[in-house]
Nanobody
Framework: QVQLVESGGGLVQPGGSLRLSCTASGRIFSIGTMAWYRQAPGKQRELVALISSVGMTNYADSVKDRFTISRDNAKKTVYLQMSSLKPADTAVYYC???????????????WGQGTQVTVSA
């Protein structure tokens, strides 16, 4: 079983910055794509950014040029650097990763518990 633990959320003023981290632990042979999603109250969960195992990235249009996703494979950690934050970025942010427990194991999807990001004056 794989566990994903996020950290780094909190309250920030508009225009401010935050850095989220998500570390995977447990029985892991390899980790594939890692991603950040978010869910605002009353809205569906949406993809914010993703990064492949070789570092290719993709972003939601709403966060391009403001957020940067990165990963440290040795630490099994994915980061989301958020800058120029807006009230519209307020949401619970979830880490997601595809991982295999063994060489021939199935690629399974895992989620973190979420971390609250609130952008308010």
């Amino acid at each position: 079983q794989v566990q994903l633990v996020e950290s780094g959320g909190g309250l920030v003023q508009p225009g401010g910055s935050l850095r989220l981290s998500c570390t995977a632990s447990g029985r892991i042979f390899s980790i594939g794509t890692m991603a950040w999603y978010r869910q605002a109250p009353g809205k569906q969960r949406e993809l914010v950014a993703l990064i492949s195992s070789v570092g290719m990235t993709n972003y939601a249009d709403s966060v391009k040029d403001r957020f940067t996703i990165s990963r440290d494979n040795a630490k099994k950690t994915v980061y989301l650097q958020m800058s120029s934050l807006k009230p519209a970025d307020t949401a619970v942010y979830y880490c997601n990763a595809g991982a295999r427990a063994t060489l021939i194991g199935l690629l399974q999807d895992y989620w973190g518990q979420g971390t609250q990001v609130t952008v308010s004056a």
